[in-house]
Antibody, heavy 120, light 113 residues
Framework: QVQLQQWGVGLLKPSETLSLTCAVHGVLLSGYQWTWIRQSPGKGLEWIGHIDHSGGITYNPSLESRVTISVDTSKNQFSLKLPSVAAADTAVYFC??????????????WGQGTLVTVSS | DIVMTQSPDSLAVSLGERAAINCKSSQSLLYYSNNKNYLAWYQQKPGQPPKLLIYWASTRESGIPDRFSGSGSGADFTLTISSLQAEDVAVYYCQQYYSVPHTFGQGTKLEIK
């Protein structure tokens, strides 16, 4: 059974670094793309980017200058780092598994979500 | 960026009745090389992550009840629930994965009338 378990600090001050990790259980990282998405009342669901097991990465151009997604195949997990956070980065952050295009391309398994609040 | 616009923003339907949610993209999502529409539908209940219902615009994900169906092509799509059940109360989102960034619609809140 595929499960994504995510964790990270939930309360940050402006200018600090957001750091989240998603551990994947029940399947190896290869053969899928591993995605970060955030959800806020003001902007709805926002796709941040995805990475595959070999480190191939695609970012949302609006965040590309700030965000880093990385993968650790030895631990079967992937991570998100977003430095210099501001109030606008307050959101629930989700990790998710994306099926590769030949299998449909949808996000078929999700982590439970982590509320990250940026406040001074 | 491709803009995804859903309608209506909210919808109230009686139990057992049909519900339809529309999604329009600012450009075609049809990939001609494989004749697939790069569109997915998700259901989100309070406090939960979204759940994949439909991909390729009309292919039901494994385990999804057959009362859920997707239709449309190009830039106009519809999610239909043929006979609304109480457990279908949720917010529904469409998402395009034709081009980066993979954008979502604003969501449609479905309630019981």
């Amino acid at each position: 059974q595929v499960q994504l378990q995510q964790w990270g600090v939930g309360l940050l001050k402006p200018s600090e670094t957001l750091s989240l990790t998603c551990a994947v259980h029940g399947v190896l990282l290869s053969g899928y793309q591993w995605t970060w998405i955030r959800q806020s009342p003001g902007k709805g669901l926002e796709w941040i980017g995805h990475i595959d097991h070999s480190g191939g990465i695609t970012y949302n151009p609006s965040l590309e200058s700030r965000v880093t997604i990385s993968v650790d195949t030895s631990k079967n997990q992937f991570s998100l780092k977003l430095p210099s956070v501001a109030a606008a980065d307050t959101a629930v952050y989700f990790c998710a598994r994306r099926k590769l295009i030949p299998l449909g391309g949808g996000l078929d398994h999700w982590g439970q979500g982590t509320l990250v609040t940026v406040s001074s | 960026d491709i803009v995804m616009t859903q309608s209506p923003d909210s919808l109230a339907v009686s139990l057992g009745e049909r519900a339809a949610i529309n999604c329009k993209s600012s450009q075609s999502l049809l990939y001609y090389s494989n004749n697939k529409n790069y569109l997915a539908w998700y259901q989100q209940k309070p406090g939960q992550p979204p759940k994949l219902l439909i991909y390729w615009a009309s292919t039901r994900e494994s385990g999804i009840p057959d009362r859920f169906s997707g239709s449309g092509s190009g830039a106009d799509f519809t999610l239909t629930i043929s006979s609304l059940q109480a457990e279908d109360v949720a917010v529904y989102y469409c998402q395009q994965y034709y081009s980066v960034p993979h954008t979502f619609g604003q969501g449609t809140k479905l309630e019981i009338k």
